[in-house]
């Protein structure tokens, strides 16, 4: 990702410290995210994509397609649209943001869901303790 910052950087002829004031970052989080130190977080990621609204969410996540998302330059919130059409770019550009936000929130789901289940198969269980409704119970030891 920092590849395609990087590109951001150049493309919009930004520099990296006005970059990261206009995202509302700190400028050491930017040169470490620019470095190879570090890696931007989701929340970093977000800011770009709200700042920066014509970016391809899925090309500054994952790498794939155009770095200019084409439905981001065909709305604006500015179009005269007919009354009662049921057509409005606001809520088309809501709509976008809902999905991209959904869509990134799937990713970090996938991401933890692997995490825990790693750690789960890495761990052994040492007791389980069954309680039974007459208040008895009964502890199982793994020898």
Do not use: C
């Not at 794939?64 to 009354?83: C, I, P, Q, R, W």
């Not at 057509?87 to 995490?115: D, P």
């Amino acid at each position: 990702m920092k590849n395609r910052i990087e590109r951001i950087l150049r493309e919009e002829k930004i520099a990296s410290s006005k970059f990261a004031d206009e995202i509302g970052i700190q400028r050491s989080s930017m040169s470490h995210i620019l470095s190879g130190r570090n890696k931007p977080s989701l929340d970093i990621t977000q800011r770009i994509l709200r700042k920066f609204p014509h970016i391809n969410s899925d090309w500054l996540i994952l790498g794939v397609g155009d770095m200019y998302d084409k439905t981001a330059n065909s709305l604006s919130l500015f179009d005269n649209t007919e009354e009662g059409s049921g057509t409005n770019a606001e809520e088309e550009t809501h709509e976008t943001i809902e999905n991209t936000v959904e869509e990134e929130a799937q990713i970090e789901y996938s991401s933890n869901k692997q995490a825990v289940n790693k750690q789960i198969f890495t761990k052994k269980i040492k007791k389980i303790m069954v309680f039974y409704d007459d208040g008895s119970f009964e502890e199982i030891v793994n020898v």
